[in-house]
């Protein structure tokens, strides 16, 4: 059965679409970066506060738990709420909350900020993916999602280290007041390019041709393949260094290949889904698991497992891209609903991957958590295979979406 196309933007871009892309990828870039920042400035953060680095841990784990469990629920909240002004709202919040995190007295007001900056990133992974796509035509929908990814791996392969240097040269303080200071360019940007023409009706309230079942599948998939990955990445240090015989001084570079890598895939991912609606789901998770399964099997050898962690990253920052492509093309109801399903089982499986590795490393060792790692994304594979299988059956149910190759 042929795509059918939702209504919205013509089939012409718009200089004024790009402008607003631009802008929702440069909020897209202080928000991720926010997410993570502390942990590049734990130490600073510690003495300067005179708590534990363990505690100060804790500003990157309640971050995480909180967008898992309210993103669904505060979109929800927001989803009579035009976009424009909506993702205004965000931007100003997040400035001022990064503004509170530099002048926190002490580390009860500096969570209290970082619970504020959560719960803006809650809505905001839920918006932007769809706002950006509805700026240009369907058939542009992988690339669109590409970009705004790669504005995320950049984020962290540019911004989270950027901070922390500013951390080691001016203190922890200076770094939210320079986050502050982008997302207030950020801001800026968003007010100048985002147009106030909402987002055609059909688009926000659900694709033309919903596919509960493969919207469904595609939940499973994604939770199991990021269940997989987290529990490999979450130790990738021990293995390079107790495994592969890497020395410390290599493990910094090492994590760089794999975050360039990943980001230099984004445009293929984009073009993939775009084109290949079937393969951009799944050649990345198997190569996820391939790459995963490899280092267990191979990951003795230093070269081979500097090839494997790079292709990871290929296949991390794919994945990522392909699926919420798909699952926004066959999401059943609100898109906004359904992109923010998405995030919280993204979340999800990070946390649920930390936590598997962290059961298995003391009972198995850190190469059984590699091949845990790269047991999951299989699994997740052979559900996305077997649901393809029944849909080509005879009396399987009817594609909702076709290959626009």
């Given at each position: 059965?042929?795509?059918?196309?939702?209504?919205?933007?013509?089939?012409?871009?718009?200089?004024?679409?790009?402008?607003?892309?631009?802008?929702?990828?440069?909020?897209?870039?202080?928000?991720?970066?926010?997410?993570?920042?502390?942990?590049?400035?734990?130490p600073?953060?510690?003495?300067?506060?005179?708590?534990?680095?363990?505690?100060?841990?804790?500003?990157?784990?309640?971050?995480?738990?909180?967008?898992?469990l309210?993103?669904?629920?505060?979109?929800?909240?927001?989803?009579?709420?035009?976009?424009?002004?909506?993702?205004?709202?965000?931007?100003?919040?997040?400035?001022?909350?990064?503004?509170?995190?530099?002048?926190?007295?002490?580390?009860?007001?500096?969570?209290?900020s970082?619970?504020?900056?959560?719960?803006?990133?809650?809505?905001?992974?839920?918006?932007v993916?769809?706002?950006?796509?509805?700026?240009?035509?369907?058939?542009?929908?992988?690339?669109i999602?590409?970009?705004?990814?790669?504005?995320?791996?950049?984020?962290?392969?540019?911004?989270?280290?950027?901070?922390?240097?500013?951390g080691?040269?001016?203190?922890?303080?200076?770094?939210?007041?320079?986050?502050?200071?982008?997302?207030?360019?950020?801001?800026?940007?968003?007010?100048v390019?985002?147009?106030?023409?909402?987002?055609g009706?059909?688009q926000?309230?659900?694709?033309?041709?919903?596919?509960?079942?493969?919207?469904?599948v595609?939940?499973?998939?994604?939770v199991l393949?990021?269940?997989?990955?987290?529990?490999?990445?979450?130790?990738?240090?021990?293995?390079?260094?107790?495994?592969?015989?890497?020395?410390?001084?290599?493990?910094?570079?090492?994590?760089?290949?794999?975050g360039?890598?990943?980001?230099?895939?984004?445009?293929?991912?984009?073009?993939?889904?775009?084109?290949?609606?079937?393969?951009?789901?799944?050649?990345?998770?198997?190569?996820?698991?391939?790459?995963?399964?490899?280092?267990?099997?191979?990951?003795?050898?230093p070269?081979?497992?500097?090839?494997?962690?790079?292709?990871?990253?290929?296949?991390?920052?794919?994945?990522?891209?392909?699926?919420?492509?798909?699952l926004?093309?066959?999401?059943p109801g609100?898109?906004?609903?359904?992109?923010?399903?998405?995030?919280?089982?993204f979340?999800?499986?990070?946390?649920?991957?930390?936590?598997?590795?962290?059961?298995?490393?003391?009972?198995?060792?850190?190469?059984?958590?590699?091949?845990?790692?790269?047991?999951?994304?299989?699994?997740?594979?052979?559900?996305?295979?077997?649901?393809?299988l029944?849909?080509?059956?005879?009396?399987?149910?009817?594609?909702?979406?076709a290959?626009?190759?």
């Amino acid at each position: 059965m042929p795509r059918r196309r939702p209504a919205g933007p013509g089939t012409e871009v718009r200089p004024a679409a790009i402008a607003a892309l631009g802008a929702l990828m440069v909020a897209t870039f202080c928000v991720v970066t926010t997410e993570n920042l502390p942990a590049g400035l734990l130490p600073q953060i510690s003495s300067g506060l005179g708590v534990s680095l363990s505690a100060v841990g804790q500003l990157v784990t309640g971050y995480a738990l909180t967008v898992m469990l309210l993103t669904i629920p505060l979109t929800y909240a927001t989803s009579r709420i035009p976009r424009r002004p909506l993702l205004l709202g965000l931007m100003m919040l997040f400035v001022v909350a990064s503004l509170g995190s530099a002048a926190a007295p002490n580390f009860a007001l500096l969570l209290a900020s970082r619970a504020v900056t959560a719960l803006v990133h809650a809505v905001f992974w839920a918006v932007v993916t769809v706002t950006a796509t509805g700026l240009f035509p369907p058939s542009m929908r992988g690339r669109i999602i590409a970009a705004v990814y790669g504005a995320s791996s950049l984020a962290t392969i540019l911004g989270v280290p950027a901070g922390s240097w500013i951390g080691q040269q001016a203190g922890w303080r200076p770094a939210f007041v320079a986050l502050s200071a982008l997302g207030l360019i950020a801001l800026i940007t968003v007010i100048v390019f985002l147009p106030t023409t909402a987002v055609g009706k059909t688009q926000v309230s659900g694709t033309t041709v919903p596919d509960t079942r493969r919207y469904v599948v595609l939940l499973v998939t994604i939770v199991l393949a990021m269940t997989g990955l987290s529990t490999a990445f979450t130790y990738t240090v021990p293995f390079l260094t107790d495994v592969s015989g890497f020395s410390t001084q290599a493990i910094s570079p090492l994590l760089l290949l794999r975050g360039v890598a990943g980001v230099a895939s984004v445009a293929l991912a984009g073009n993939l889904a775009d084109r290949h609606a079937k393969l951009a789901t799944t050649v990345p998770v198997a190569l996820l698991s391939v790459s995963l399964i490899g280092m267990y099997l191979a990951g003795t050898v230093p070269l081979i497992a500097a090839v494997l962690m790079a292709a990871s990253g290929v296949a991390l920052f794919t994945m990522i891209t392909t699926l919420t492509s798909e699952l926004l093309a066959v999401a059943p109801g609100n898109l906004y609903i359904a992109s923010a399903g998405g995030n919280a089982v993204f979340n999800a499986g990070t946390a649920a991957g930390a936590a598997l590795g962290g059961l298995l490393l003391p009972a198995f060792g850190v190469r059984a958590v590699v091949l845990a790692g790269g047991l999951l994304p299989a699994v997740a594979l052979a559900v996305l295979l077997i649901d393809q299988l029944i849909r080509r059956a005879p009396h399987g149910p009817r594609e909702a979406v076709a290959d626009p190759s």
